[in-house]
């Protein structure tokens, strides 16, 4: 896909995610002009100010909500490409607050695709979630059907010329209410919480997702769900790795929560292709734009199942040190200064 001159929204525009992936834009593909779609004034205050978005001839800041389908209908007008990036995506909060989750997560998303269509937007990709493959929380729940609801509007949108794509991808790195933030404050403590020492997670960089949320862009032809092949950690090597002299209390682990994450699961493995840095899942009925991805890859075997726990690709201790070391969070670059690696 050629990026320049094409003019992109990006719903939670604001959020780590969202200001990364703008970052990259701007600074590598030249994009006409950039909308960035979100709720929180404060937040679109103080992005405005930060160095890295002071190109603000290419940049336009809408305060709107995924839940108003009229607003975000007037800022759908003359953009050419989606990224869906705004979620409720707070486990415990989904739980508690559970329609609040369904009406952001699953009516925000038809909403995305409604406006699509109608504004004649070229291509949709939509960010998921682990937790959106067998789903036991409703956070992963909501991000199930708003996986369906993405592929499923390609054929919604009948002759239009769209494209609905989506990503799913692991826990992303020093994101925002993460656990490397979480044991990076509570280190000082001495005693670091582990829900269960048999615990793994996959584990993405923001860099890392949002090159591979691009990449998937340049390359969809509508319907997929692409699944990128990274490591895992289990969350005792993680905790060693931020304080070794640390004690561990093993707290249990929490409603809706996992002890190993998957992203393909052994139902889903039918209908995928491994390439060689991901899976594409792709509908089970077999449309025609497919056959190229047919060409390309190999379809994964019967029983197939990618998970945290029985992953080829793992992280070492000094992969982990160099993630937390080159995160842009206060309390990393005090860690690894503690460390000798700033």
């Known amino acids: 896909m050629e990026w320049k001159n094409k003019n992109i929204l990006v719903t939670g525009g604001t959020g780590s995610f969202g200001k990364k992936l703008i970052e ?7 994009p006409g002009r950039i909308v960035v779609y979100s709720r929180d004034e404060l937040k679109q205050f103080e992005m405005q100010n930060d160095p890295r978005f002071a190109d603000a001839e290419r940049l336009r800041f809408f305060i709107g909500d995924v839940r108003d389908k009229d607003r975000m209908a007037r800022a759908f007008d003359g953009i050419d490409v989606v990224v869906h990036a705004a979620a409720l995506k707070q486990v415990p909060a989904a739980e508690y607050n559970p329609f609040e989750a369904i009406k952001t997560n ?3 998303a038809q909403n995305v695709i409604d406006c699509a269509i109608d504004r004649g937007v070229k291509r949709v990709i939509a960010l998921s979630t682990d937790k959106a493959a067998n789903p036991i929380n409703l956070y992963g729940a909501t991000k199930l059907c708003s996986d369906k609801l993405f592929v499923a509007g390609n054929a ?24 490397v933030p979480f044991f990076l404050a509570k280190r000082k403590e001495g005693v670091l919480p582990i829900t269960d020492p048999r615990m793994t997670r996959f584990w993405i960089t923001l860099e890392q997702g949002v090159r591979f949320v691009i990449d998937c862009l340049n390359r969809a032809k509508g319907g997929e ?6 490591p895992s950690m289990k969350m005792p090597d993680l905790a060693r790795v931020i304080a070794p002299e640390a004690e561990h209390k093993v707290v249990g682990i929490r409603p809706g929560e996992k002890l190993h994450e998957v992203m393909v699961t052994e139902d889903d493995a039918r209908n995928t292709l491994e390439l060689g840095d991901r899976y594409v899942i792709l509908p089970p009925d077999g449309w025609q734009r497919h056959e190229a991805w047919h060409r390309q890859g190999r379809p994964c075997t019967d029983g197939f199942r990618y998970a945290s ?15 937390i070391a080159d995160l842009d969070l206060p309390e990393a670059r005090e860690w690894a200064a503690e460390r000798g690696l700033g």
């Open 156 to 179: 919604y949108a009948g002759a239009r010329d769209v494209a609905f794509s989506v990503v799913r991808y692991g826990n992303v790195v020093g994101s925002r209410g993460s656990v």
């Open 309 to 323: 726990d029985t992953n080829d690709r793992w992280l070492d201790e000094a992969a982990l040190r160099k993630m």
């Open 225 to 230: 769900l692409f699944v990128p092949k990274i």
């Open 106 to 108: 699953v009516h925000g």
């Open 24 to 30: 990259v834009l701007l600074g590598e593909h030249y």
